[in-house]
C-alpha cells in the first residue's frame, strides 16, 4: 500500500532549498530553516515515523533515556524522563514534532534522481536538480536527509540454508507469536539481535544466538544509568574529529548493546546461557548437508564484550573520584558464564530450529544520488554534513560530527550548524536557477 500523501507545496518549481527525507534529521531542519525565513520543502518517501512505525519490533524501545530525546524547540515532553520509549510513543513524539514544526512538507514522493542542474556560465552557480514520483524541482541547495540504513544486509551463505528453514532479516521480526512453532537462530548480537534474541528468550522459545563483535554496556551503575554519567562526562560531546578512532571505523562501529525494555537492564550473553540460550561464535560458512559452521571466537566476541563494559565502568568509577562524588559503591565485575567449549556447527533441522533471524544490520544506497559525494566504497564523504559539492549536505548519519548524530540527541544541532552553512551561502551573491 502506497503512503498517504500529506497536504503541502507543489514540488515542480524552484526552492531555494530542497530537503530529502522527514525524519528527525529533515524536521529539525526544516525548524532551523524556518528560523532563518529560508523557503524550502521537505519531501518524505513515506509518512513522518515510517521506520518507528513499520520496520521495528512489537516490544521495541529507546536503549538511551528519554530525556535525550531533545530535538530543535522540542524537549521531550512526556512524564517519564528517566523512562524508555516504547514503539508506539516513539511514534507519537515525532508526530508531535512534525506538529509543533508545521514544515512544508509532502509524504508519499519518492526522490528518484538527484544531480547537477547545467552550467549556463562560467561564473553560473549551477544548482540541483531533484525529480520526483511528483515532478521535478530544482534547487539552489539540498538537504539529504535520509540517514544510512537502506538496505537490510543478509550473507550470501543464507541462499544455502535448508529450504525447510525460513528466514528474515531483523527489520521483518514482529513478535514470537509470528515465527513458526520450533526454535530459532538469531545471527548478531549488535543492539537489534540482541534484544530480539531476548524477546524470544523471555517468550519461552528456543533460542540459539550466535555472537558478533559488538560491544556490551552497563545500564545503571553506582547509583545513575550509564548514559547519565557519560553525558555528564562530556562523552556525548566528544566529535568525529576529537575521537581516538579514525572516523571511517567509528560510523561503522556497532553500537553498545542494552535494552530499555520493562524500565531498562544490561543484557548479559554469559547470562543467557546459563538461562539456557545456546551461544555461536560468528557464522563462517554453510556445509554441504546444510549445516552451518562457527568461527571458533566465542569466548573471545564475549570477553571483548565484557572488557568494553568495563572500561566504561572504569571511566565512571575515574569521574567520581575526581569529581569528589558520593555515589554508592560498585560490586566487583565477575563473568557469571564460561563457553565449555566453541561449538564448531549446529544442523539446523536435527536442532529443530525452524527460523533464523539475520540480525546483520544494513547498506547504504545512495545510487539516486548523481553526485560526486562518494569515496570509492560507496560511503558518503563531508565534514559535519558539508560536502565537497558546494549547496549539498548530509544530515542524520551517523557520527557525522558526535555520538548523537544521527539520533534524537543530537540531530538537532546538526541540523542547526548545516542551516547555518545554508544561510551563509543563500545570503552570498549568486545566480538563481530557474
Same mark, same amino acid.
Given at each position: ?51 518507528? *512505525? ?47 514544526? &508545521? ?11 538527484? %544531480? ?36 537490510? *544486509? ?19 521480526? *514482529? ?38 563483535? !559488538? ?55 554469559? *547470562? ?11 557464522? !563462517? ?76 544490520? #544494513? ?10 559525494? #562518494? ?18 549536505? #548530509? ?10 548524530? %544521527?539520533? #534524537?540527541?543530537?540531530?538537532?544541532? &546538526? ?20
Amino acid at each position: 500500500m502506497s503512503a498517504p500523501q500529506r497536504r503541502g507545496p507543489a514540488i515542480e518549481r524552484h526552492w531555494p532549498v530542497v530537503v530529502i527525507g522527514g525524519g528527525q534529521a529533515g524536521l529539525s531542519a526544516s525548524y532551523w530553516l524556518q528560523r532563518h525565513g529560508i523557503e524550502h520543502v521537505v519531501i518524505e518517501k513515506n509518512r513522518v515515523g515510517h521506520a518507528w *512505525r513499520h520496520l521495528r519490533w512489537d516490544t521495541f524501545c529507546l536503549v538511551t533515556p528519554n530525556w535525550q530525546c531533545r530535538l530543535p524547540g522540542f524537549p521531550y515532553d512526556g512524564d517519564d524522563p528517566h523512562g524508555f520509549m516504547p514503539r508506539d510513543e516513539i511514534v507519537a513524539y515525532l508526530e508531535r514534532y512534525r506538529d509543533f514544526v &508545521d514544515p512544508p512538507l509532502r509524504e508519499g514522493v519518492t526522490v528518484t534522481r538527484v %544531480g547537477q542542474c547545467e552550467d549556463e556560465g562560467e561564473d553560473a552557480e549551477p544548482g540541483f536538480i531533484v525529480e520526483t514520483t511528483d515532478g521535478t524541482a530544482t534547487a539552489d541547495q539540498v538537504v539529504l536527509a535520509v540517514n544510512g540504513y537502506h538496505v537490510p *544486509r543478509v550473507p550470501r551463505l543464507a541462499e544455502r540454508l535448508p529450504a525447510a528453514v525460513q528466514q528474515w532479516h531483523s527489520v521483518d521480526y *514482529r513478535n514470537p507469536q509470528s515465527l513458526p512453532a520450533g526454535g530459532v537462530l538469531v545471527v548478531g548480537t549488535g543492539q537489534s539481535g540482541c534484544q530480539i534474541a531476548e524477546d524470544l528468550h523471555l517468550a519461552g522459545r528456543r533460542v540459539h544466538l550466535s555472537v558478533g563483535s !559488538a560491544p556490551r554496556a552497563p545500564r545503571a551503575y553506582r547509583g545513575r544509568d550509564s548514559v547519565d554519567w557519560l553525558e555528564r562526562m562530556g562523552t556525548y560531546d566528544v566529535t568525529v574529529d576529537e575521537h581516538p578512532e579514525p572516523a571511517g571505523k567509528l560510523r561503522h562501529k556497532a553500537n553498545h548493546y542494552m535494552t530499555g525494555r520493562d524500565g531498562g537492564r544490561e543484557i548479559d550473553l554469559r *547470562r543467557f546461557a546459563l538461562e539456557g540460550m545456546q551461544l555461536y561464535g560468528r557464522v !563462517a560458512t554453510v556445509e554441504a548437508d546444510g549445516t552451518l559452521a562457527f568461527e571458533p571466537n566465542l569466548a573471545a566476541n564475549l570477553d571483548a564484550a565484557d572488557a568494553t563494559y568495563c572500561k566504561i565502568r572504569d571511566s565512571i568509577d575515574a569521574y567520581i573520584a575526581a569529581q569528589g562524588i558520593d555515589a554508592p559503591p560498585a560490586e566487583p565485575f565477575v563473568p557469571v558464564w564460561q563457553p565449555p567449549s566453541e561449538p564448531a556447527q549446529l544442523d539446523l533441522v536435527a536442532a529443530g530450529i525452524t527460523s533464523v533471524i539475520w540480525a546483520t544490520g #544494513f547498506a547504504s544506497d545512495f545510487r539516486w544520488v548523481e553526485l560526486p559525494l #562518494f569515496d570509492g566504497a560507496g560511503e558518503p564523504v563531508h565534514r559535519r554534513g558539508v560536502t565537497g559539492v558546494d549547496g549539498a549536505y #548530509f544530515l542524520g548519519l551517523p557520527w557525522l560530527n558526535t555520538w548523537g548524530s %544521527g539520533r #534524537f540527541a543530537a540531530v538537532g544541532a &546538526d541540523a542547526e550548524h548545516l542551516v547555518e552553512r545554508i544561510a551563509e551561502r543563500a545570503a552570498a551573491p549568486q545566480r538563481a536557477v530557474s
